[in-house]
């Protein structure tokens, strides 16, 4: 069955551009995830979405990030006015059902964004 | 003190040799474990996950946790060259998800 997809795979922008990361989580699952990975560090949690509640946006790093989830389907993770320190690979995922951040999570291949 | 604390590496074994990885966790209330492989350049993939205190098995991966002690730890028998990458902790603390920085293991021929 089709996983977690992402687009674009490779993001090259300009310093100050606004850019769209976008995720289509696998089908049927409720809740989905945005994170951050800069060259081998570990994985920095940004933005979590289960079902119809409020987002839990606690790990956004500054109010140039958002996302949002339309339909309970496909996610943007928007980031205004990039800055260099911005260039990492973001990554989604998505897992069925949650009670909290718990379950399995199936990763999508990511999306490479270089800010220059 | 980290939430979920794993030792960055390098870890290197050579082939066939049991790779042992380790990780411990600050919430005792914690429910749920897995261990994620990464190879470079690529996402984060499940290899196990578990719930309960002891062994879990599954081919050559073997996954411990020990609750009081707050540890979860990853066993890699007759590791391979193909097993090469970086393994990632993850723990659900309290209904949260945390992640580990990761341990980047090398299996030498």
């Known amino acids: 069955g089709a996983g977690v997809s992402q687009s674009p795979s490779n993001k090259v922008t300009e310093k100050g551009k606004d850019v769209e990361l976008r995720c289509d989580p696998i089908?049927?699952?409720?809740?989905l995830y945005w994170y951050r990975q800069s060259l081998g560090q570990g994985l920095e949690f940004l933005i979590y979405f289960q079902g119809n509640s409020a987002p839990d946006k606690s790990g956004l790093p500054s109010d140039r990030f958002s996302a949002e989830r339309t339909g309970g389907s496909v996610s943007t993770l928007t980031i205004q006015r990039t800055q260099q320190e911005d260039s990492a690979v973001y990554l989604c995922?998505?897992?069925?059902?949650?009670?909290?951040?718990?379950?399995?999570?199936?990763f999508g291949p990511g999306t490479r964004l270089l800010v220059l | 003190q980290k939430e979920v604390e794993q030792n960055s590496g390098p870890l290197s074994v050579p082939e066939g040799a049991i790779a042992s990885l380790n990780c411990t966790y600050s919430?005792?209330?914690?429910?749920?474990f897995f261990w994620y492989r990464q190879y470079s350049g690529k996402s984060p993939e499940l290899i196990m996950s578990?719930?309960?205190?002891g062994d879990k098995e599954d081919g050559r991966f073997t996954a411990q946790l020990n609750k009081a002690s707050q540890y979860v730890s990853l066993l890699i028998r007759d590791s391979q060259p193909s097993d090469s990458a970086t393994y990632l902790c993850?723990?659900?603390?309290?209904?949260?998800?945390?992640f580990g920085a990761g341990t980047r293991l090398t299996v030498k021929p």
């Open positions: 919430d005792r209330v914690s429910q749920s």
């Open positions: 993850a723990v659900n603390l309290g209904g949260d998800m945390r």
């Open positions: 089908s049927g699952h409720t809740a």
């Open positions: 578990i719930y309960s205190n």
């Open positions: 995922a998505s897992s069925f059902l949650s009670s909290g951040r718990g379950e399995t999570q199936y």
